[in-house]
């Protein structure tokens, strides 16, 4: 079994892989295996690899399953100890590895750990992504240190320290294998966007620790994906942001939770619409809702064996107030300056 996998999901990002994979391959090489898992790629993906990168291992699945069950089925062709899923559009650094290793080597409590983030484009700053490491609020609302909402600061230092999360950004995730399986890998259903927070989540759940580890850096493009903005991306986050607290909410909370979603997405979508004039989106949060009313039966089995694994029932990281609530009545726009 190999030390660390580094495993690059790709589909029809050959421009990223030309771009970004450069540098993952002169400061990773020597301290893990570099493998790109390709979703059925139709450019020439493969070919550039093959041509340019022959030492690269790849693993070729037969069709497009998205982020979730993408990185599940290649995965599980991968034996090592440590899994790091990493971005096609991320420039790591010299020596990134080694303090993200090291500290999981020394803290076995510790199930994923992730580095800090900054923009590729304003290398200055945070990344929206997973900045230096995120949280949820009360109601499932996602933030990280240097990014609440929309607001990204600048990066001077104020979170260069290692601190417990509640999730670690998808954009490079560095997780224990055993405990990956441990609780199924990410959740295939949702495609694309929340995956990370989930599993985060139930990791926390068994009493599982997630970290970030900002003397490590990396600089992320974003959007590869889907690009802000577009209104499918709007559908998968609600969606799966609901799907989410439903599986994951303790049961004195689930109730109380949901009737204020119900009334804050409502309230999102018409605020979209008669604000921003985005019809894109005010159909896509509608779209949301009745898909999770639909699939929503098809996890409570999940949801069963989730509250039944629970060993933690109050985990910190999960956030006790409201974030619109400090956002947009307190005007905090700074995470250090949050309660």
């Known amino acids: 079994m190999m030390k660390t996998a580094i495993v690059i999901l790709n589909w029809n990002g050959r ?64 034996e090592a100890e440590y899994y790091v899923l990493l971005n096609s559009d991320v420039e790591v650094t010299h020596h990134w590895l080694e303090p993200l290793v090291e500290y999981m080597d020394a ?80 959740d295939s259903r949702y495609f694309a966007h929340n995956e990370e927070i989930d599993l985060c989540w139930r990791l926390h759940i068994m009493r599982r620790q997630v970290v970030c580890l900002p003397d490590s850096v990396v600089y992320h493009l974003g959007g590869g994906t889907l690009p802000k903005g577009n209104p499918q991306k709007t559908f998968l986050n609600f969606r799966n942001n609901l799907t989410m607290l439903y599986k994951c909410l303790p049961d004195d909370e689930l109730k109380h939770v949901m009737r204020w979603r119900w009334f804050l997405d409502y309230l999102a979508a018409w605020q979209t619409l008669i604000l921003n004039r985005n019809y894109g989106d005010f159909k896509a949060i509608y779209r949301a809702r009745r898909a999770f ?6 996890f409570a089995a999940d949801r069963e064996r989730i509250q039944q694994s629970r060993a933690l029932a109050e985990i910190p990281e999960r956030k006790r107030y409201s974030l619109l609530w400090q956002y947009y009545a307190k005007r905090i726009r700074r995470y250090s300056d949050l309660p």
């Open 15 to 78: 421009k990223m892989l030309e771009q970004y994979l450069p540098s993952v391959i002169e400061y990773s090489r020597d301290d893990a295996t570099i493998i790109v898992a390709d979703n059925a790629s139709s450019d020439d993906s493969l070919a550039f690899l093959q041509t340019h990168y022959p030492e690269v291992q790849t693993i070729v699945l037969d069709q497009n399953y998205g982020f979730a069950d993408g990185y599940n089925r290649a995965l599980k062709q991968v």
């Open 107 to 186: 803290h076995e409590e510790v199930a994923a750990c992730q580095p800090k983030l900054l923009s590729y484009v304003d290398k200055g700053k945070f990344e929206y992504a997973g900045a230096s490491g995120g949280y949820i609020d009360r109601y499932g609302y996602p933030f990280c240190r240097g990014r609440l909402f929309d607001s990204v600061e600048n990066d001077n230092g104020q979170y260069d320290y290692a601190t417990t999360v509640l999730w670690a950004t998808g954009a490079c995730l560095f997780i224990r294998s055993k405990d990956y399986w441990l609780v199924d890998g990410l």
């Open 293 to 298: 009313k639909h699939w929503k039966q098809d």
